[in-house]
């Protein structure tokens, strides 16, 4: 029963975007963790999705 709960709530932070900045920090130390660089910090992070999301016409007319 507690694997189902934990699969449902992992599913549900997914789809909320609640665990995008671990999702980032995954990937990051998977694709790009020999560049050098330090990754995002998590406000970074939300400022740079805040930006990605809202920056440009989001409209078609």
């Known amino acids: 029963m507690k694997k189902g709960w934990l699969r449902l709530w992992r599913a549900l932070r997914r789809l909320s ?3 995008a900045y671990e ?5 990051w130390h998977e694709e ?3 560049t ?3 990754p995002l910090s998590r ?3 939300f400022r740079a999705e805040q930006e990605r999301k809202w920056s440009g016409i989001k409209r078609c007319c």
Do not use: Q, V
């Open 17 to 19: 975007g609640d665990d």
């Open 43 to 45: 406000s970074e992070f």
């Open 32 to 34: 790009h963790a020999d």
């Open 23 to 27: 999702r980032y920090l995954a990937h």
């Open 36 to 38: 050098g660089k330090a």
